[in-house]
């Protein structure tokens, strides 16, 4: 297949252009902005590759999308550019409303267009596939309950309300337009990569560096946490095999608290990295209670039942395996997380993280 995918070097999608590349024979397509969170050095392993190609673009740019897309002549698409983190949207919402609404309007016009430009066969076999998230359910009250693909839609923060407002256009094309499509809905994903400012990356650097671990509140908001090769290991599934106009919920099975989560780091680091900053006896003593967000959903839990059931994926890693193969790898490269701090894997331009740590 040749697939395009949109910020693929974000996270979640280097993480599966990488996993493409590397398990596959499929021609891959990167589409990035390079926003202050896509970085070309999480595909350093990969960006030689003859089956890989990346184009510089913003999905809202919509002419600029209808050439690639008539260049390339993708069989799928699938779409994980976006804003994406919480605190960001809570200081400055437009940005978030701009791109995750706007632009996936702007890309599902481009992609309708050239969808109706192929053969029958072609566009039978065509997919676009819209990644989501699970915030835009809401939260859970019950300790028991679990996000289902049919449960209704309750975001509570500008971030999940736009993406919440992306999923709806995309079920909105297939329905009015018959564009094919899919869409999955994950839980919090963690792994190698991981922009530092998001919880697992924070702390880990943040403990190595001697300084405050940020636990928002009373620290017992509780998330599935999935590894990230795991959820690459998902979307292929979804976009080769699921059925069209599908919703597949992807999670890890793996809740824990927050404050567990961030003790567990320090559990690991006093393992894996034993020679402190200084004046530092424990990594846990560095922990710090702030306070709360606005909107700050308590529990999310996903039921990733119907594809377990349908398409036979389960996740490979539990939470304790795979928070030590991150641990890991922070330790090993903090080059590439030194970069990412001091702004230079894109230029001087960015500053180290516009001088603020936030929290996931």
């Given at each position: 297949?040749?697939?395009?995918?949109?910020?693929?070097?974000?996270?979640?999608?280097?993480?599966?252009?990488?996993?493409?590349?590397?398990?596959?024979?499929?021609?891959?397509?990167?589409?990035?902005?390079?926003?202050?969170?896509?970085?070309?050095?999480?595909?350093?392993?990969?960006?030689?590759?003859?089956?890989?190609?990346f184009v510089q673009a913003d999905i809202i740019d919509q002419?600029?999308?209808s050439v690639v897309l008539a260049r390339f002549k993708p069989?799928?698409?699938?779409?994980?550019?976006?804003?994406?983190?919480?605190?960001?949207?809570?200081?400055?919402?437009?940005?978030?409303?701009?791109?995750?609404?706007?632009?996936?309007?702007?890309?599902?016009?481009?992609?309708?267009?050239?969808?109706?430009?192929?053969?029958?066969?072609?566009?039978?076999?065509?997919?676009?596939?819209?990644?989501?998230?699970?915030?835009?359910?809401?939260?859970?009250?019950?300790?028991?309950?679990?996000?289902?693909?049919?449960?209704?839609?309750?975001?509570?923060?500008?971030?999940?309300?736009?993406?919440?407002?992306?999923?709806?256009?995309?079920?909105?094309?297939?329905?009015?337009?018959?564009?094919?499509?899919?869409?999955?809905?994950?839980?919090?994903?963690?792994?190698?990569?991981?922009?530092?400012?998001?919880?697992?990356?924070?702390?880990?650097?943040?403990?190595?560096?001697?300084?405050?671990?940020?636990?928002?509140?009373?620290?017992?908001?509780?998330?599935?946490?999935?590894?990230?090769?795991?959820?690459?290991?998902?979307?292929?599934?979804?976009?080769?095999?699921?059925?069209?106009?599908?919703?597949?919920?992807?999670?890890?099975?793996?809740?824990?608290?927050?404050?567990?989560?961030?003790?567990?780091?320090?559990?690991?680091?006093?393992?894996?990295?034993?020679?402190?900053?200084?004046?530092?006896?424990?990594?846990?003593?560095?922990?710090?209670?702030?306070?709360?967000?606005?909107?700050?959903?308590?529990?999310?839990?996903?039921?990733?039942?119907?594809?377990?059931?349908?398409?036979?994926?389960?996740?490979?890693?539990?939470?304790?395996?795979?928070?030590?193969?991150?641990?890991?790898?922070?330790?090993?490269?903090?080059?590439?997380?030194?970069?990412?701090?001091?702004?230079?894997?894109?230029?001087?331009?960015?500053?180290?993280?516009?001088?603020?740590?936030?929290?996931?």
């Open positions: 297949m040749r697939i395009l995918i949109t910020g693929g070097a974000g996270f979640i999608g280097s993480a599966l252009i990488r996993h493409l590349i590397g398990h596959t024979d499929h021609q891959v397509l990167n589409l990035d902005k390079l926003t202050y969170a896509g970085n070309l050095e999480s595909l350093s392993s990969i960006d030689h590759d003859s089956r890989y190609e002419p600029t999308i069989d799928a698409i699938m779409h994980l550019a976006a804003e994406s983190h919480v605190d960001r949207s809570i200081d400055g919402p437009a940005d978030f409303i701009q791109t995750n609404i706007v632009g996936t309007y702007s890309l599902l016009e481009a992609t309708r267009a050239y969808w109706q430009t192929l053969a029958e066969p072609q566009k039978r076999a065509f997919r676009f596939h819209h990644i989501s998230t699970d915030e835009v359910y809401g939260d859970l009250h019950g300790v028991d309950d679990l996000f289902t693909e049919t449960t209704a839609y309750a975001p509570s923060s500008p971030y999940s309300a736009s993406k919440a407002a992306s999923d709806h256009l995309v079920r909105a094309w297939q329905r009015t337009y018959g564009l094919p499509v899919l869409l999955t809905n994950c839980s919090n994903n963690y792994g190698p990569f991981h922009f530092p400012e998001k919880l697992i990356p924070l702390v880990i650097l943040n403990a190595l560096a001697g300084k405050p671990l940020p636990v928002y509140g009373d620290g017992l908001q509780v998330r599935d946490w999935l590894f990230v090769e795991d959820h690459a290991r998902a979307l292929l599934k979804v976009v080769t095999e699921g059925v069209v106009g599908e919703t597949y919920n992807i999670g890890g099975h793996n809740e824990q608290k927050n404050i567990d989560v961030v003790r567990n780091i320090c559990a690991l680091l006093e393992e894996l990295a034993p020679h402190k900053p200084a004046g530092v006896e424990h990594y846990a003593d560095l922990i710090t209670f702030v306070k709360d967000r606005p909107g700050h959903d308590l529990r999310y839990a996903i039921d990733a039942g119907k594809i377990e059931r349908e398409l036979g994926w389960t996740p490979s890693e539990t939470f304790e395996t795979g928070l030590r193969k991150t641990v890991q790898w922070y330790l090993e490269n903090l080059l590439w997380c030194r970069r990412v701090q001091d702004g230079s894997y894109q230029g001087e331009r960015l500053g180290s993280l516009d001088n603020k740590d936030t929290i996931a």
